[in-house]
């Protein structure tokens, strides 16, 4: 044992000596380094180096993605090393599309792996609580009512005692903007202490320890929240101007690049301003009685921010002649040494006496100073995997790769797999030298009984958003000093052959296409080495269907299927539901089902209507004029600009038209002309900014009389509606509206009402959230030439999409406005 201690000692001597001799020698280090090429890797480098000189954690608190302050984050983590973490209490699924079709859960999904890409920019980790976002609400309490007020909070405090930040930030005050804002605002102050009280949540601290955030900070906007009995808060100012070195450039604009990956929540200005990014401000609004005060002239939320002194000691960054790391980044040689000299003499391990209180500090700072050693020493792994998807019960078909693109000889101790409830050693080389490589497998079977990750939108609050976690962790050892290198990736487990999608997702009829076949798209993916052969089917309660299919290994399809009409009495049902399935070849053994509701809606429409329609961000009008059994066809702007549109009764433009396509606004004269000469316009919801005229974006008045919209919003789904000129033919041809047509809406009733519209304008329907005034202009129409006008902000597209027969009732009667014949009574309109 002893010799075997003396000849590692003498083998690392030796090493060093090498090493060394090689910085020694006459030729300068930084001509040797000049000719290495990997510049490119510096940012990485100087991240890994400027990481070890912060032992503090910064977690902002937000309740959206594109809440979180990524200015902030970046500069600290950027500039200072700060360890960052954001806390998000939704996936953001309520919001509006700006890029694509999705919504609800399946835009969550992507809203999530917005922030996932946004937060590598940043350099910051995202983590969500996993509250529903139910759409804008205006208020703390009906925030409240829809999360618990008490489960945001215990979801709060076990973040923060898991986490453990030193500081929180956020962007959120307790009495502006979106309720969602609100609550998270006003309950991370009470998370603040109650993260520190083992009396508050005591079934967590199974799992962790009670923790004392040291500040809290509150977004400073300019005007001051204090009571005027308050002292106002101190103030703490990021300026994120300055040019990074090392990226060259600055943090405001990193941060932009970072907004931009939220591009469903887009558009994003393209650059900083010329004068800069204005300078962020966070009043400091709770501190802990153990906090040292903030400096006044601090930088940063964390200066000032003090360890005690056995801790501070162990936790000091390694140096070169006193001087900072990062001032070496082109001698790597320098810094291994200098960083395996640190490793070897215990660098960054918690005393003794430390280990109960504040491991997870010197956990993150371990985990540092491994990463600055294996991006020093050039070491990586990778996960490989030959297929995207795990399938149960078949190979995973993975394996390992563990690079040295350093300079130095790498022993490898143990390369080790973790995943899938399996631990796995995996045979590799026992050294490598510098510019090699060496692979192994990793010879796991997916567990029979492996949880389905997808489709994703379904695990968007179970954990298994991204799927299945997959590590490697490489123990290696350079020049006698132990370190690992470990690497993440998540890929989602499937069935066999997976359904990605089933068009239409609701399938929504009316007495029109009730007695029509259903038809079916259904998208498939073999996930298997082998072909599949099997049935897709349909099945119903009356009805059975079924078509062979065959799919080659590991590709894609989409199937047609289309099922024939059952007796009417049992299709008028008002819901019901069908089952998707794909079958191995002996039916009735499905491996694959998705549920699909067949809904009944009682919407009829005028006679001979041909509609023509310009789609924004999804299918919803072409599906919901199919269900209505019109003529329709979808148009483009060109179409719009030199097309024959006489040939139209009536013209959709769908939600946010004059955003999706810009390019309607010069040829807007052709729209009006349209109803001039008889035809119906109808112009579903616009944004406030997106609508209003403005000569700097070229965009005259839209409305053949004016419009101007607001910011209200009625945002209770269940909102009362009144009916302004009941026996107006709007509200009664060819179906007669009622009440019972404004039940089961989901989300909202409307958004940016007008504030102001012209005399020419009928306004028929109000309605208003609680304690608010009623709001009339959510469904206008007006007479223009020979033909009808129809501007409404009511959230069509979301009921017609949710298959909410009212909706459809009412759609049939919009676009059926002024042709027909309508009852004699009804159309006396005052
Ligand atoms: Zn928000």
Redesign the pocket.
């Known amino acids: 044992m002893i010799r075997q201690m003396t000849k590692v000692f003498k083998f690392r001597v030796f090493v060093s000596a090498l090493l060394l001799a090689l910085l020694a020698l006459s030729i300068p280090v930084a001509s040797q380094t000049e000719q290495q090429p990997d510049k490119s890797d510096n940012p990485a480098l100087h991240q890994a180096l400027v990481d070890l000189t912060n032992p503090w954690t910064v977690m902002c608190v937000a ?2 993605p594109d ?1 979180e302050d990524g200015s902030t984050l970046t500069v600290l983590r950027r500039k200072y090393g700060v360890h960052t973490v954001s806390l998000f209490s939704t996936f953001g699924e309520g919001g509006q599309n700006a890029v694509g079709p999705e919504l609800y859960e399946d835009l969550g999904v992507i809203r999530a792996r917005e922030t996932m890409a946004a937060s590598e920019v940043q350099g910051s980790e995202p983590y969500f609580l996993g509250f529903r976002d139910f759409g804008f609400s205006k208020s703390a309490e009906e925030t409240f009512r829809a999360w618990g007020e008490k489960e945001l909070l215990r979801r709060m405090v076990l973040y923060i005692r898991r986490l453990r930040p030193d500081v929180i930030i956020t962007n959120h005050d307790t009495t502006s903007g ?1 309720g ?2 609100q609550a998270t605002g006003r309950m991370i102050l009470e998370a603040f202490f109650d993260a520190a009280d083992p009396a508050k949540f005591p079934e967590q601290l199974n799992q962790v320890s009670v923790w004392q955030v040291k500040r809290l900070f509150v977004r400073n906007r300019g005007q001051e929240t204090s009571t005027g009995k308050e002292a106002p808060p101190q103030i703490v100012t990021i300026d994120p101007n300055e040019t990074d070195p090392v990226r060259g450039t600055t943090y405001a604009q990193q941060a932009l690049a970072a907004l931009h990956k939220h591009a469903t929540q887009g558009p994003w200005p393209k650059t900083i301003p010329a004068g800069g990014a204005r300078p962020i401000r966070y009043g400091l609004v709770k501190q802990a009685t153990s906090a040292p005060p903030l400096p006044a002239d601090a930088k940063t939320p964390v200066d000032g921010l003090t360890l005690p002194d056995a801790e501070a000691a162990r936790l000091v960054a390694p140096t070169i002649e006193g001087k900072p790391l990062t001032q070496f980044l082109d001698r790597r040689l320098e810094l291994l040494v200098a960083l395996l000299s640190s490793k070897r003499r215990g660098g960054f391990t918690a005393p003794k006496d430390v280990v109960d209180t504040d491991p997870h500090r010197f956990k993150l700072m371990a985990q540092r100073l491994d990463n600055a050693l294996a991006v020093t020493a050039g070491a990586s792994v990778a996960i490989n995997s030959a297929g995207t998807a795990l399938v149960p019960g078949e190979p995973a078909r993975l394996n390992a790769t563990l690079t040295n693109s350093g300079m130095a000889e790498i022993v490898i101790k143990q390369l080790k797999f973790r995943g899938l409830g399996v631990e796995q050693k995996l045979d590799a080389a026992d050294k490598m030298l510098p510019g090699t490589d060496t692979a192994a497998a990793v010879n796991v079977t997916v567990p029979k009984n492996a949880a389905i990750t997808v489709p994703s939108a379904e695990h968007l609050y179970d954990g298994l958003l991204f799927g299945q976690s997959l590590k490697i962790k490489a123990d290696v050892v350079v020049d006698g000093a132990n370190f690992s290198v470990v690497t993440e990736i998540k890929r989602d487990v499937t069935p066999p052959v997976e359904i990605v999608r089933v068009d239409p997702a609701i399938y929504v009829t009316t007495p029109a296409t009730s007695q029509k076949p259903l038809e079916f798209k259904v998208r498939l993916v073999n996930h298997q080495a082998t072909e599949f052969k099997g049935l897709v089917r349909i099945v119903g309660a009356t009805l059975e269907t079924g078509r062979e299919i065959s799919l080659m290994p590991h590709s894609s399809d989409v199937v047609n299927v289309s099922v024939k009409t059952m007796p009417v009495s049992k299709r008028r049902q008002p819901q019901s539901e069908v089952d998707v399935t794909v079958d191995l070849p002996i039916p009735k053994n499905p491996i694959n089902k998705r549920a699909v509701p067949l809904i009944y809606a009682d919407a009829s429409v005028a006679p001979d209507l041909t509609v023509g329609y310009i789609p924004s961000f999804d299918e919803t009008l072409a599906q919901s004029l199919s269900a209505l059994g019109v003529e329709a066809k979808q148009l483009s702007v060109a179409d719009i600009s030199s097309g024959d549109l006489s040939k139209f009764s009536t013209i959709i433009l769908d939600n946010r038209s004059y955003e999706a396509h810009h390019e309607l606004i010069p040829v807007n004269d052709r729209l009006l002309k349209f109803v001039e000469d008889g035809g119906t316009l109808l112009v579903f919801y616009h944004k406030t900014n997106e609508w209003n005229p403005d000569e700097r974006q070229k965009r005259p008045q839209l409305a053949p009389y004016p419009i101007l919209l607001g910011d209200n919003r009625v945002t209770e789904e269940d909102a009362p509606i009144g009916f302004l000129q009941p026996r107006h033919p709007l509200l009664n041809f060819p179906n007669r509206i009622t009440q019972a047509d404004f039940v089961n809406w989901i989300q909202e009733r409307g958004l940016y009402f007008p504030r102001e519209w012209d005399s020419h304008y009928t306004a028929l329907l109000t309605t208003n959230d609680k304690g608010e005034q009623p709001l009339h202009g959510g469904l206008l129409v007006a007479p223009y030439g020979k033909g009808n006008y129809i501007y409404t902000s009511l959230v069509w597209y979301r009921q017609l999409r949710a298959g909410i027969p009212g909706g459809y009732r009412f759609f049939a009667n919009l676009i059926s406005y002024g042709k027909g014949k309508p009852d004699a009574s009804a159309s006396s309109t005052p």
């Open positions: 309740a959206h809440d979106h969602h804002h």
